[in-house]
């Protein structure tokens, strides 16, 4: 049996049976801004196997976009509220600041939990997506002791099925906050 793994215009078929036949590692070919992956189905040693899966990933650093909103605090540093790249949406970690003011809405967790989300569903409305496009998120806060508290009024904001998520103590957040919010959003 031969198998032809890579094939582009004009190049001849790489015939890798005996390399198959030697070695049970995965494969790997990398070519510029490409990587495909190939495998453990793809050392099939028989007709009546399921032919093999491949995962192409490109990235190109022409294609993230920005996106800002005046309604949501603007970053607090050089970076940028959030980046739209390959059809994902990257929000930065959100603070519970009033945009209009730059000062937390309260100093009570709850307080500014409700106004990270809020400035989160900003951002993400600006980007064209919403809560119920995120995928992941990742929760810091300053008192892992807030934890169940910071539960009731997240679930408040995220439809089933809820996002992945993370969630960390930390040693300090940024101008002192309790909870800081980041997230992935499909587009």
């Known amino acids: 049996m031969t198998w032809s793994v890579f094939r582009s215009i004009n190049s001849p078929t790489l015939d890798l049976s005996a390399a198959l036949r030697s070695t049970r590692r995965p494969l790997v070919s990398a070519g510029v801004g490409c990587a495909t992956f190939a495998g453990v189905s793809l050392f099939r040693m028989s007709s009546s196997s399921p032919p093999f899966a491949s995962l192409s990933v490109s990235a190109s650093s022409g294609m993230k976009e920005v996106v800002a909103t005046e309604k949501a605090p603007a970053a607090l540093g050089p970076y940028s509220q959030a980046i739209k790249a390959n ?14 003011t730059g000062k937390f809405v ?16 900003e951002i993400l409305k600006a980007s064209g997506a919403d809560y119920s496009s995120v995928v992941k998120t990742t929760i810091m806060l300053a008192d892992l002791g807030d934890f169940k508290k910071v539960n009731e009024i997240y679930a408040k904001y995220f439809p089933a099925p809820s996002p992945a998520r993370s969630t960390y103590q930390v040693a300090a957040l940024p ?13």
């Open 87 to 100: 059809n994902l949406v990257f929000l930065s970690g959100v603070l519970g600041l009033i945009p209009e």
């Open 106 to 121: 309260s100093d009570s967790v709850e307080d500014q939990t409700e106004q990270v989300l809020k400035n989160m569903g």
């Open 175 to 187: 101008l002192n906050a309790k909870i800081e919010i980041e997230c992935i959003a499909t587009l």
